[in-house]
């Protein structure tokens, strides 16, 4: 299911740079879908494992993609408060 929308939202997080992904949704996405390949596997069904393996790839990538960015952006913001706090206290 999720791999129908999570093209776009690679596409989109990798060309805005944003993190406005919820982590903790994409968390229980990877969970659920864990969950869904070893139902899979319990029946022997390859085209289940394959779409399986797929969906948690794809939003393993968003993933990371998404603390990457949230982490680069909050480090950023630090370094332009320290940079502001430096700069006001020379004046």
């Known amino acids: 299911m999720y791999r129908c929308i ?12 944003s993190e406005d992904l919820s982590v903790m949704s994409l968390i229980l996405l990877i969970v659920s879908s864990f969950a869904n390949l070893v139902y ?5 069904r390859t085209e289940l494992i ?11 990538v968003t993933l990371v993609h998404t ?8 480090h950023f913001a630090e370094n332009r408060k320290l940079l502001f706090i430096y700069n006001g206290s020379l004046l």
């Open 67 to 74: 603390v990457y960015y949230e982490c680069e952006n909050r």
């Open 40 to 44: 899979s596997i319990v029946l022997d």
């Open 6 to 17: 999570c093209a776009p939202q690679i596409v989109k997080l990798l060309m805005t740079k």
């Open 50 to 60: 394959i779409a399986s393996v797929l969906e948690i790839a794809l939003i393993a």
